[in-house]
């Protein structure tokens, strides 16, 4: 998991500062040497954690003391606001041109994830600004890759334009935005080659894309997995060609958090999107307070009311909050909610962005199998209204009855209808503010 022993790590180099009223200088020295031994170890360039330090060390000293916080908690708030200065302190838009089309050329090395964030973000301007991209294949080395991008327009909705690998990667472009223009695309897609290192063939052929296709947007893709070769890989694009943004993508690998937090400060480009999974819905916007949050270990909350709410009526949430307080929540909510959970992604990387589960062992294996919840809908569905408002009346006869109406082993009820009531119980619990995390200390 993404950014897993960085967030082990400053928890460590805060809980010794957390069980003291009162932070001698010592203490802050000692929590410093851990927080940039975290920092290195998470493969974050060397300059700027020297300069992470630095403003922490000065801002922890110099601090004034706050009634509302704990010394500890003023430490962690200085080091959650450093982490997201470092990353650029706010959410940087995408460039658009003031006539259309919005011309942005994707660019980074082979397999980094280009294409698939050519997809991405198509679908993401398809489904939010009801926009008509048109999608240029000019990748013609890569094997495969003009097919690729054909399948993943496909799948998105969105036209690819292509001539094939015979043809220049300019001319391509070229007759791309002639047919663009043509056709009031709205915006432009550029899928530009990839090599496995930065040459100068590829720069040049990047370079001449750019003089001709003017973009309004060049945004290097780069793989955070790399950790600090991605770093090395976003200057060595910028110096060439002056890129505008970044998208960091596998973030839902186990990346350790190097690029995340190096490539604003190297470059002073913006990362602008993060790629958080192979399928097309998983782009995020890159907000930098959110995901200092995530580093320290605090779940990503933010993030998920965001999804909650683009999948979740407004109204249908608040009743479904009022029903697990006054713990009436029952199997009809049940089958509600998990119709939209199926909407906003795997079960596994929305439990991982609750705060205090991030790092939750018992997470670790955490899979949710689309299979399953299919199943667990089938039992729901071989209820009578009855039951499903009030499960406590399901009786072995009844159980036995459901199981042979959703063609499923009996023990495979009796397991889910534990699983309902343990759920029930812990959601309750946490409505009433029942559980260990660390974000009360950050509130305010
Ligand atoms: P390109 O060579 O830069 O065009 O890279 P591709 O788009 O072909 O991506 C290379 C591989 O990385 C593919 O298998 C993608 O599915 C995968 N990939 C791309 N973005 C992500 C991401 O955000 N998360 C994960 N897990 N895989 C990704």
């Known amino acids: ?26 203490d802050v020295r000692d929590s410093m040497r851990e927080i940039r031994l975290a920092l290195l170890e998470a493969d974050v360039n060397f300059g700027v954690v020297k300069e992470f330090v630095k403003n922490v060390r ?49 660019a980074g090395l082979q397999g980094a994830g280009k294409t698939t964030t050519v997809g991405k973000l198509a679908k993401r301007l398809i489904e939010q600004e009801k926009a008509r991209p048109l999608l240029i294949a000019a990748d013609v080395y890569r094997p495969a890759a003009i097919d690729q991008l ?108 190097g690029a995340a937090l190096s490539i604003r400060k190297v470059t002073g480009k913006p990362i602008k999107f993060v790629g958080q999974g192979e399928k097309m819905e998983a782009l995020d916007v890159f907000y930098p307070d959110r995901m200092a949050n995530r580093i320290l270990g605090m779940g990503d909350m933010l993030t998920l009311i965001d999804k909650a709410q683009a999948n979740f ?22 089958l509600d909610q998990m119709e939209q959970m ?14 205090g589960m991030a790092n939750n062992p018992a997470l670790k294996n955490f899979k949710v199998d689309p299979k399953d919840i299919a199943h667990m809908k089938a039992i729901v569905y071989s209820m009578t209204p009855a039951e499903r408002e009030d499960p406590d009346i399901l009786n072995p006869s009844r159980r036995r009855r459901l199981a042979a109406g959703a063609g499923r082993p ?24 029942n559980f260990q995390g660390m974000e009360g200390l950050m509130g305010g």
């Open 150 to 257: 054909q399948v993943v327009g496909e799948q998105v909705g969105a036209q690819v334009f292509a001539l094939g690998t015979d043809v220049d990667p300019r001319e391509i472009v070229r007759q791309g935005l002639a047919q663009a223009q043509l056709q009031h695309n709205d915006y432009v897609l550029i899928d530009t080659a990839g090599r496995l290192q930065i040459d100068e063939k590829l720069m040049t052929e990047l370079a001449d894309i750019k003089a001709l296709a003017e973009p309004n947007e060049i945004l290097l893709v780069v793989d955070a997995m790399t950790g600090q070769a991605a770093t090395d890989v976003a200057k060595g694009f910028d110096e060439r060609l002056d890129i505008t943004g970044v998208v960091l993508t596998k973030l839902d690998g186990d990346t350790r958090g």
């Open 410 to 433: 009996v023990v495979e009820v009796n397991r889910m209808i534990k699983q309902f009531n343990a759920s029930k119980k812990m959601m309750n619990q946490m409505s009433k503010g």
């Open 313 to 334: 009526d407004e109204q249908q949430a608040a009743e479904m909050a009022d029903k697990i307080k006054e713990n009436t929540f029952d199997f009809n909510d049940f």
């Open 1 to 26: 998991m993404a950014f897993e022993g960085l967030s082990e790590r400053l928890q460590k180099a805060f809980s010794g500062l957390r069980r003291k009223g009162k932070v001698t200088e010592a």
């Open 58 to 106: 000065e801002k922890a000293v110099g601090t004034e003391v706050l009634d509302s916080l704990s010394p500890a908690q003023q430490i962690i708030k200085i080091v959650n606001d450093e982490l997201t200065a470092t990353m650029g302190d706010a959410a940087v838009p995408l460039n658009k041109a003031p006539h259309i089309p919005t011309v942005i050329m994707m």
């Open 342 to 355: 199926q909407n906003m992604g795997p079960m596994e990387d929305i439990m991982k962005m609750i705060p």
